[in-house]
């Protein structure tokens, strides 16, 4: 389980091993789910000898947009993340479908996505948006262009998103960046997944930090 800080609202963030597929088919169960120790403190779930250390608190809706899978339709779907206090320390947790990344509306398999068809198969950036962007276009010169992707290959330069993605010299284009983002993420992918770049790009992004 990957662990990630949100300044927000200084809850800890914890991905699951389901993907948002699986999570949308049926919301995981309390224990199912349940973080074996509390990230912030490091207490177990269930110390020997006393009770829950982790109790359930809940549902949250969170939004998530962008396909489902490679080939989806762009969409926005509401995700119930599991909530989680800890007795101990008092903190808040959140449990997560993998993929679902901090501060951002689109999954990591979207961006992913994205990154492959601006940087690998060398669409424009009006065409990325209508494979991966669920909302209307509004306006001329948003018509034209997709700056969202330009922001995602900003924050990948500055290291602020996908750490796992090699520096890049400054030189580098945006979609020299995208491309080298999405060949992380094919290296990523699971094995058995095999054929076109754009499913594995989209599954190892998920996997991706
Ligand atoms: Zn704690």
């Known amino acids: 389980m990957r662990e990630v800080w949100r300044n927000r609202s200084k809850e800890r963030i914890v991905s699951s091993a389901l993907d ?4 949308l088919e049926a919301v995981p169960g309390v224990e199912e789910v349940g973080p074996a120790r509390c990230p912030a403190c490091g207490g177990a779930s269930r110390p020997a000898g006393r009770g829950l250390g982790l109790w359930g608190h ?15 339709k762009a969409q926005t779907v509401v995700i119930l993340e599991r909530r989680y206090r800890c007795r101990g320390c008092g903190a808040l947790i ?5 993929g679902v990344l901090r501060g951002r509306h689109y999954s990591a398999g979207a961006i992913g996505l994205a990154l492959a068809l601006f940087g690998v198969v060398g669409l424009a950036l009006a065409d990325v948006r ?21 922001r995602w290959i900003r924050a990948i330069r500055e290291r602020r ?6 520096a890049t010299p400054p030189t580098w284009t945006a979609r020299q960046i995208a ?3 999405a060949m992380t993420f094919d290296a990523l992918a ?20």
């Open 20 to 23: 948002v597929k699986s999570w």
């Open 179 to 181: 491309e080298r983002a």
């Open 58 to 72: 809940g549902l949250r809706e969170r939004q998530q947009r962008g396909p489902l899978e490679a080939g989806g």
């Open 130 to 150: 209508t494979r991966v962007s669920p909302w209307p276009v509004v306006g001329e010169t948003a018509r034209a262009t997709w700056l969202t992707v330009r």
């Open 161 to 166: 998103l996908f750490t796992s993605v090699r």
């Open 94 to 98: 959140a449990v997560v479908p993998r």
């Open 190 to 209: 699971p094995p058995t997944l095999s054929g076109e770049i754009a499913a594995r790009v989209f599954a190892g992004a998920a996997r991706a930090s």
